[in-house]
């Protein structure tokens, strides 16, 4: 069985933040993924960016627009 935990890194050790029900002396493979204390950019650029985004691609791309029918091309159909 695989989980995802918390855990601290204090003097030299990962202190998890949860009691673990471990068997003594298992062996585990441990994955580190670091968290970000804060947002590279802040939110008001983030925004920024995504409103520079197109609304529309182009014809021959799938659109928004498009959306409904081929998700849900019965339904979509009906409500014609």
Do not use: T
């Amino acid at each position: 069985m695989s989980r995802q935990i918390q855990a601290v890194y204090e003097k030299g050790v990962l202190r998890p933040l949860e009691p673990l029900k471990l068997d003594e002396g298992e062996e585990l493979d441990v994955v580190l993924l670091p968290r970000r204390k804060s947002f590279p950019r802040d939110a008001a650029h983030l925004l920024a960016d995504i409103a520079k985004l197109p609304l529309e691609g182009a014809p021959e791309e799938f659109s928004g627009a498009e959306h409904d029918r081929v998700l849900y091309p019965e339904m979509s159909d009906d409500l014609r």
